[in-house]
């Protein structure tokens, strides 16, 4: 298996075009049943009294009864190791695609951005009777709806589950990026039998355009003597076995004392008890307590930032520490001025050791070296004299002090070339 896994990984380079096609047994492991095999969604029911527009006509409350069924028991699950694994990778690397046939959210809720969903989303809602009043769809995380069906709240009419329903078309759109995307150097098939269409072309049309294919699956599917590569393992073991195997994140940082992982919403759990520490909090958050939710949010924009910016938040870890992160370190874009804004924390146990400027003086020099930005700029409040003191030891100068949220704050800047 090792030596599968390290051909994958060699056609893996940070310029490869890669596109990543997902079915139901990505979310095995989350709890999520799969659509088909014994222990399936669908075994004890049949399709046309469920999923189709003619069932949803003869009977919308009963259609709903099932899909808010479904959607309670999805909200109760959680990305696995397979979900953030490709989340990760859709920020290391520039040309990554991901498409999926899952309509449960875990891609995203994972981190990965601008999934191609080809069946829709559980998560999404539209008016039934197309009114000029509703957009095509929208989100509703409403679990459960108070009334069955829900009302659209612009005519009154009957909501729909977002999903494409048997015998509905499939956007079109989602298609000719999906093909579109099959013009790549490698083309993952995770966790789907690929026999329905138009995803089962996928796979055929990327082998025309001379991808190496790759098919990971605990189970033999129609696509198992086509492909260049099988791989017979569950895609929440394979998946990290195949990162581990591809060194560090190119996003990561290192210094002499120091390593810097960029903050993925999988890191939440590490995050939230850096920052709920009574004093590291007050660095970022002005001295509140920071729920879990509110964490979840923050790594999922860092991870945002990352993809579309190429910054964020990191956190620090250092060598000789292991376990927890010794602190934060990153740059946030909605900051104090108009570029992005340096921040930093540690645990109160490794101030005066000189981390906080280490971690500092990596993201700025990530910030002009790699990134070229022109400026970034900094803030504290002024009582915060050893948060002041690190700024200026890493060469911000001192521009003003104002009140900023309430706060008498001190704010410092530096420039490219300093």
């Known amino acids: 298996m090792r030596s599968i896994l390290h051909r994958v990984a060699r056609a893996l380079g940070s310029d490869a075009r890669i596109t990543v096609m997902t079915g139901a047994g990505v ?40 899909y808010d069924w479904r959607r309670q028991a999805i909200a109760g699950c959680q990305p696995n190791a397979a979900h953030h694994v490709l989340a990760s990778w859709s ?9 999926t046939q899952n309509v449960d959210g875990l891609h995203e809720r994972a981190g990965a951005s601008d999934v191609l969903r080809l ?19 929208w989100r509703d995380d409403s679990v459960p709806f108070p009334v069955l069906p829900p009302s659209c709240p612009h005519c009154g009419g009957p909501l729909r589950p977002g999903v494409v329903w048997f015998g509905e078309l499939l956007d079109s759109e989602v298609v000719d990026r999906s093909l579109d995307a099959t013009r790549c150097d490698v083309f993952f ?4 039998s690929a026999i329905v269409y138009p995803a089962a072309g996928f796979l055929d049309h990327a082998r025309s355009h001379g991808a190496m294919t ?14 260049d590569v099988v791989v017979p393992e569950r895609a929440e073991l394979a998946l990290p076995e195949l990162d581990a195997t591809l060194g560090a994140h190119p996003l990561a940082l290192t210094t002499e004392r120091l390593r810097l992982e960029p903050l993925l919403p999988r890191h939440v759990e590490a995050a ?19 729920p ?25 870890y250092g060598h000789e520490e292991s376990g927890m992160p010794v602190g934060f370190c990153g740059l946030r874009t909605d900051g104090v001025g108009p570029g992005p804004e340096l921040l930093f924390g540690l645990y109160p146990t490794y101030w005066g050791r000189g981390f906080a400027q280490e971690a500092s003086r990596a993201v700025l020099a990530h910030a002009f070296t790699t990134l070229r930005l022109p400026r970034v700029t900094a803030a504290t409040d002024a009582p915060n004299e050893r ?32």
Request: proline share 5%.
């Open 27 to 66: 979310s095995a492991a989350s709890g999520v049943p799969t659509f088909r095999g014994a222990d399936g969604l669908w075994k004890d029911f049949r399709v046309d009294d469920l999923a189709t527009p003619q069932a949803f006509t003869r009977n919308p409350r009963a259609v709903w009864e099932w």
């Open 91 to 99: 920020l290391r690397f520039p040309r990554f695609t991901l498409i």
């Open 119 to 137: 069946h829709g989303s559980i998560w999404d809602v539209g008016c039934w009777n197309q009114c000029a009043g509703s957009p095509h769809r």
């Open 189 to 192: 098939t995770v966790g789907t």
């Open 214 to 227: 790759v098919e990971i699956n605990p189970e033999a599917t129609p696509a198992s003597s086509t492909v």
């Open 272 to 290: 939230h008890q850096l920052w709920t520490h009574p004093e590291v909090r007050r660095y970022l958050w002005d001295d509140r307590i920071i």
């Open 292 to 316: 879990r939710e509110t964490a979840e949010e923050v790594a999922r924009a860092s991870a945002a930032d990352f993809a579309r910016h190429r910054f964020g938040l990191w956190l620090v």
């Open 387 to 418: 948060s002041a003191r690190t700024l200026s030891a890493i060469g911000m100068r001192f521009d003003r002090r104002a009140e900023h949220n309430g706060l008498d704050t001190l704010f410092y800047s530096i420039d490219m070339g300093r």
